[in-house]
């Protein structure tokens, strides 16, 4: 796929949370609380981002969490975002 009109497409990274065994029980669809602010690594981009020379293949991205969005493509889930709700470029 190739992004167009200020798309990026990324590979969100999802942080690791320590496994913790307190012994309390909690129900089925209990959901911790997730972060807000997450990382993100850019697979493609479109031209017509605003930041699209300082990013490579390597660029992990600090993104807005709510505004990524996930499409299903042949069978398979691809995140994307807006170039605004990127927060910045942390390498």
Do not use: C
């Amino acid at each position: 796929m190739t992004p167009v009109n200020r798309y990026i497409v990324i590979e969100i990274i999802e942080p690791k949370s320590p496994e913790i065994e307190s012994g309390i029980v909690l129900p089925a669809d209990f959901k911790p609380t997730e972060e807000r602010y997450i990382s993100a690594k850019a697979i493609g981009w479109a031209e017509d981002v605003r930041f699209a020379k300082e990013l490579n293949a390597e660029s992990i991205l600090l993104i807005d969490r709510s505004m990524a969005e996930k499409i299903k493509l042949q069978g398979a889930d691809v995140h994307v975002i807006l170039d605004n709700y990127v927060i910045g470029i942390l390498s």
